[in-house]
């Protein structure tokens, strides 16, 4: 993206881009046809289910004063305003866990206010996005949203470890929550007993912790060994949302067996119960806000404006990442502007604001990637299939899926360099071809491998289209009217879930991946090096990559504890947009230059596996010593149930077919053998470039291993 700080230049360069696009927007989407649904209802859930709560969330820190009938309401005219005249339609709008916790902390603030009291409370925060849209409108017009790319790795892991790090202790405090007293309900009820409590936290533990065992096993469907491919994928895409009904039903089976209100259900007044609109009307009581307050706003305003930008910048770069090859221009300086507009508008009638979240935002656009595919595939599938029954030859074979290629784009692709998409498909089928003399012969399945070739080598595309977006956010309005159901959800089942995005946003987070390496025992570090795992580990030692670690996750510290202070919490955001200083001109002066780009590296890139083969021999007489577990030796040889001996090629002996008893090779341990040797039957060294798979798109960069600094480090070391 050209840096531009001339006002008003970004803002009209994404509109000029993104109205040449506008009509194929809608026009792609519709010719999606019921395809579209797929992507539009995973996302759907992925956005719905945490909204919801998080309305519960603010339900029980602002004493009744938002709900989820607010969060849902916001996301869903957010979604909606943004789906049709925002600039990136790829990007998800939805309340997000920032927000919350500034809501928190302004409610803290104002109820404990002679002046405002929870009475004003919504008009006061009413006057707080005032402010901050003016400051949005302020950065989209300068150009801010040109710095972008210098929000580097460090910056963003780390925000979405701290964002992790809420989720949990929202979750863990929620279930502590469990085995007490609610704040507004009368003690005296039966339910509310210390006998039923202690019931009723027990049972939340079996409904969270079943929830999250569940779901983050549905999440890895598509490597079970059973079942059908689609049945598999069924269940990775919707597993998550299905377990919640699931457990939802199962809270149900004693509910005849206890009082009520065990267990302890989503509470929410319903759109048309009376007084459940009250602050729609906010922006009359804005003006009984005294003016002391109304500047002061200006204060938390200036917090959230920084949040926001960075949050919802972040959210559109992730969405628009390198890999995905987007053909259509990015609209990061209009869509800041049109954020500034919303949230203004969602001040003035009393919601929570709404901006880009993650990960619903990245997942979107993997999502219609996957559809992308699925309908180019189609296409090409049958085209290459009737060139070979024509006996076309190589160079017509190609010709003719060029031109299905070209038809399943959108004029404004053709804008872009011809050929881009199938270069890579061109050029290994026509190497393969030539290797083996066939180059104008008539294909067959010997040179082109219909269905494997297409697989393996098309393009990662994306359907960038509107439709999904809208549809997903008018969901969301249905979520509103279907809120009597929705209350029938129990809240364990919610903080369960709160872990589960905690869990599930961990992995490809370098920063967590580094933070378990520093708890690795030094012995056990060439295991790390048997799997797939970051460049880093073989470029930089293994004292650096610890130094950075310990900074990174003492900065870390440092904001979560901020977020513990009761007024100063609003600062948080403002630490985060300090690693973009620290990060230029610190720690270039604390690491080696070559060191700090692989650990803050722009893109995740991959090493495959490394067999860590050393000699019995060669070992440290010491660590040989301390290395040796003979449990562990007993573990790897004998079979769980029976306490059978593993043998390893062991032929059947028949009457004829009879083997010496000395050429039976018995199961052998590599501590205990002549020579050690890597436990994995084959190591997988040809990697190809980013592709799909069964488990849907593939986005990791996956370089030839280097020299090892990590695997010298780690035999070293003695455990």
């Known amino acids: 993206m050209e840096e531009t700080f001339v006002p008003f230049r970004g803002i009209k360069n994404d509109l000029r881009g ?346 979107h656009t993997k999502s219609l990637a996957t559809l992308k595919h699925q309908l180019l595939r189609n296409k090409l599938v049958s085209t290459a299939r009737k060139s070979i029954r024509k006996n076309a030859n190589l160079g017509q074979l190609y010709r003719n899926m060029q031109e299905a290629y070209n038809e399943m784009q959108t004029p404004l692709v053709y804008q872009m360099p011809p050929a881009l998409g199938l270069k890579e498909l061109k050029e290994s089928v026509i190497q393969r071809a030539s290797s083996t003399g066939y180059i104008d012969a008539p294909v067959d399945e010997t040179v082109f491998d219909v269905d494997k070739d297409v697989d393996d080598l098309l393009p990662v595309e994306v359907k960038e289209q509107r439709l999904s977006n809208l549809l997903q956010a008018l969901m969301v309005v249905g979520c509103v009217a279907a809120m009597p159901v929705l209350k029938k959800i129990p809240t364990s089942v919610l903080w369960g879930y709160f872990a589960f995005m905690a869990i599930e946003s961990l992995p490809g987070n370098q920063f967590w991946e580094r933070i378990l390496l520093l708890f690795t025992a030094p012995s056990r570090r060439y295991k790390v090096l048997e799997e797939n795992h970051a460049t880093f580990v073989e470029t930089v030692p293994f004292k650096t990559i610890a130094l950075f670690t310990i900074f990174q996750t003492s900065y870390l510290l440092l904001c979560f504890g901020i977020t513990w202070i009761p007024i100063a919490g609003v600062l948080f955001p403002l630490m985060i947009m300090l690693l973009v200083p620290v990060r230029q001109y610190m720690l270039p002066k604390l690491f080696k230059g070559a060191h700090l780009q692989d650990l803050d590296a722009a893109e995740y890139e991959e090493a495959p596996p490394i067999p860590y083969n050393m000699t019995f021999e060669d070992q440290d007489p010491m660590a040989r010593t301390n290395n040796f577990d003979s449990g562990e030796i007993m573990d790897e040889i004998i079979t769980r149930s029976r306490g059978e001996v593993r043998r390893t090629n062991s032929p059947k002996v028949t009457s004829s077919n009879s083997t010496p008893l000395e050429d039976v090779k018995h199961s052998y341990s590599p501590r205990i053998s002549q020579r050690a040797y890597s436990p994995r039957v084959s190591e997988l060294r040809a990697e190809r470039s980013p592709r799909f798979t069964g488990k849907g798109i593939e986005l990791k960069k996956t370089p030839s291993p280097g020299p090892s600094n990590f695997r010298q480090n780690g035999h070293q070391s003695p455990s």
């Not at 009638?349 to 619903?360: A, D, R, Y």
Request: proline share 6%; charged share 10%; net charge positive.
């Open 18 to 363: 993104r109205i040449l696009c506008y009509k194929q927007d809608w026009t792609g989407g519709i010719q999606a046809g019921i395809r579209i649904l797929a992507p539009t209802t995973y996302i759907f859930f992925a956005s719905a289910i945490p909204v919801i709560s998080f309305g519960e969330q603010l339900e029980r820190s602002t004493e009744g004063s938002l709900t989820a009938v607010q969060t849902l309401v916001s996301t869903a005219l957010c979604g909606i305003i943004h789906s049709v005249v925002g600039g990136q339609p790829l990007l998800i709008l939805g309340v997000a866990e920032p927000t919350v916790l500034m809501y928190t902390f302004m409610f803290n603030f104002a109820k404990n206010q002679k002046e405002l009291g929870q009475q004003l409370f919504l008009a006061w925060t009413g006057w707080v996005c005032v402010w901050t849209a003016l400051l949005l409108f302020l950065l989209a017009v300068l150009g801010a949203c040109s710095i972008i790319n210098r929000f580097t790795r460090i910056a963003g892991e780390m925000f979405g470890l701290l964002i992790a790090m809420l989720f949990m202790q929202q979750a863990i405090r929620g279930v502590v929550e469990e085995f007490g007293i609610p704040e507004r309900e009368d003690p005296n009820q039966t339910a509310l007993f210390p006998s039923w409590r202690f019931g009723n936290g027990m049972f939340a533990l079996v409904l969270s912790f079943g929830l999250l065992l569940t779901a983050l096993k549905s999440r890895k469907a598509r490597s079970w060994r059973y079942g059908t491919g689609w049945f598999r994928g069924f269940i990775a895409d919707y597993g998550v949302p299905f377990m919640v009904l699931v457990w939802t039903a199962i809270s149900y089976i004693p509910v005849h067996d206890v009082p009520r209100g065990i267990p302890r259900r989503l509470f929410s007044p319903n759109p048309w119960s009376p007084g459940a609109y009250s602050n729609w009307t906010v922006i009359k009581e804005m003006v009984h806000v005294p003016p002391l307050y109304i500047v002061g706003a200006f204060i938390p305003a200036t917090m959230i404006a920084v949040l926001y930008y960075f949050d919802h910048s972040v959210a559109s770069q992730l969405a628009q990442q390198k890999e995905f090859n987007l053909k259509k221009p990015a609209s990061y300086h209009y869509d800041l502007l049109l954020l500034g507009f919303l949230v203004m508008l969602c001040g003035l009638i009393g919601i929570p604001p709404s901006n880009g979240v993650i990960p619903q935002s990245p997942m």
